[in-house]
């Protein structure tokens, strides 16, 4: 391996070492190059490891434990598996979790022969970036390749009155030291509504205000119209279409006015409308690229080359889809790319997952899709109450919808809100990708009981419906 430690000089240096700058990193040192990995905080693995996908997953999953939220379909809405549940308990786990993956990934990279230096980085010309250590000493590292991986922070308007208390941003809510009663939540996209579904479901008041009147506007529509049903009968006040005008405390307690002289008082208030690119320290002007306003980066969207050809951007940094799982891709194929082994082109379809209570996932294309382009379908829905195994889990709600061309048969959307979803999603982003049919569901057993039978039971229903159809068109 070409690799030298303590040497100013590498063949890619990546900034950042969230899940994009780490998957770019381990692939060029597996094609046998020499990285360096300039990471800003004091430990790797970016907000996706340290504020983002990782501490709201593992305080998901803690809630859902201590509540028992998964057992109340058979004890009732009352059963409790830890009566007074603390802010403490919700951040032990969390500490915990978070340890251990720092850990392997510090290993990976030793492991792969990858440099890691602690420091902002900052661009000089395209050929050196200097780095600054958080006890100011600076140093000068050159490469052929850079990677900028340097992913987004919360977005802070001026309005909005911070205090890291009482209002908080989607960095500062996995810190909380108490459990308020009541929360308000600006910004009804995928984190504001798994937190408003999280926090509800530790039986906190939630308002969550959204200036659109829909939320979640990539997912089926079918989909969303249930989830929001749950949402709403379980008490999360949803103020859809609503503006805000002003964000004022009255002593510590936030109170948001809304357009049309409606107000929201709560105990805390969660402000989670949008993030920006963590740009403006990168000094980008030196090497000729410019950022949008929300600080992101243009790329070529097959090579994630910037109008730099030997700078990469990946990762949160360029935009949608901002997820960890598609960050890690984009890292990995631009690595290859940079050394001159492109990959196959990306699968057209990715999951997406949204870890709210209930979960939901959704690959392929929505209804709303498939009639826009004019694609004669039919759909199939299970629900997960008429799987055996839904009745042992004592589930009550949940269902699976798919959506098959008629004329092909082809699966064309697979959408899924429930326990489960994240992972059920899998099967059927390998049927769309695989350019299965429905034919896959209704030849294949599956696992007896199990919740993945919905798939069977979804196009079951799917293909009595096409029956029904044709029956009637002869
Ligand atoms: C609350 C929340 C929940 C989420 N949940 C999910 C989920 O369930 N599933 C999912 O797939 N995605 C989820 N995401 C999104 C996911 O976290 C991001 O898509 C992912 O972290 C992006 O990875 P990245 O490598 O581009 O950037 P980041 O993870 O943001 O990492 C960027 C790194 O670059 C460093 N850096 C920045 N500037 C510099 C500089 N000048 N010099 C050196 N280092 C620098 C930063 O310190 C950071 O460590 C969630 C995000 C949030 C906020």
Redesign the pocket.
């Given at each position: 391996m070409n690799y030298v430690t303590a040497q100013n000089t590498y063949d890619v240096i990546v900034?950042?070492?969230?899940?994009?700058?780490?998957r770019a990193a381990v692939q060029s040192a597996k094609l046998g190059k020499s990285v360096l990995v300039?990471?800003?905080?004091r430990r790797?693995?970016?907000?996706?490891?340290?504020?983002?996908?990782i501490?709201?997953?593992t305080l998901r999953e803690t809630v859902l434990n201590l509540t028992g939220w998964r057992e109340r379909g058979f004890y009732g809405r009352s059963y409790r598996v830890k009566k007074d549940i603390r802010a403490v308990d919700l951040l032990s786990r969390q500490h915990k979790t978070l340890d251990h993956e720092v850990e392997v990934l510090e290993h990976q990279f030793q492991r792969n022969g990858v440099t890691t230096i602690y420091?902002?980085?900052?661009f000089v010309d395209t050929g050196r970036v200097e780095?600054m250590t958080a006890q100011g000493s600076i140093g000068t590292y050159r490469a052929e390749r850079f990677v900028i991986?340097?992913?987004?922070r919360?977005f802070r308007p001026d309005y909005v009155p911070f205090n890291q208390v009482t209002v908080l941003d989607?960095?500062d809510i996995i810190q909380i030291d108490h459990i308020p009663r009541s929360m308000a939540i600006i910004g009804a996209g995928?984190?504001g509504v798994?937190?408003a579904s999280i926090f509800s479901a530790l039986d906190v008041q939630v308002t969550l205000i959204e200036p659109r009147t829909s939320i979640l506007d990539f997912v089926d529509s079918e989909i969303i119209a249930e989830f929001t049903h749950e949402m709403r009968d379980r008490g999360v006040a949803m103020r859809l279409g609503s503006t805000v005008e002003q964000i004022t405390l009255s002593g510590m307690r936030p109170i948001v006015q809304i357009a049309g002289g409606r107000s929201v008082h709560a105990d805390m208030l969660l402000f989670a409308a949008g993030?920006v690119g963590?740009t403006s320290?990168?000094n980008l002007e030196a090497i000729g690229l410019a950022v949008d306003h929300r600080g992101r980066v243009t790329v070529d969207s097959n090579t994630f080359q910037t109008s730099v050809p030997h700078i990469y951007a990946?990762?949160?940094?360029i935009g949608f889809p901002?997820?960890?799982?598609?960050?890690m891709e984009q890292?990995r194929i631009a690595a290859c790319h940079a050394f001159g082994v492109p990959p196959p082109p990306a699968p057209e379809y990715f999951p997406y997952?949204i870890?709210a209570v209930p979960e939901i996932s959704t690959v392929g294309m929505s209804e709303a899709e498939v009639a826009g382009r004019g694609i004669a379908y039919e759909c199939g829905i299970a629900r997960f109450r008429e799987t055996s195994r839904g009745q042992i889990m004592g589930i009550q709600s949940g269902m699976m919808k798919m959506i098959f061309s008629i004329k092909t048969g082809r699966l064309l959307g697979c959408h899924i809100l429930g326990e489960g979803a994240t992972e059920l999603i899998h099967i059927g982003q390998a049927v769309i990708n695989l350019k299965g049919t429905i034919d896959f569901f209704l030849e294949n057993t599956f696992n007896y009981p199990t919740l993945a039978e919905a798939y069977k039971i979804a196009a079951l229903d799917a293909w009595n419906r096409m029956a029904m159809t044709s029956r009637a068109m002869a």
């Open positions: 900034i950042g070492s969230g899940p994009a700058g780490r300039v990471e800003k905080n790797v693995g970016g907000v996706s490891l340290h504020t983002g996908t501490p709201s997953k420091g902002t980085a900052r780095v991986a340097v992913g987004t919360p989607t960095d995928v984190i798994e937190y993030r963590a320290p990168l990946v990762g949160d940094v901002s997820l960890a799982s598609t960050s890292g997952g870890y």
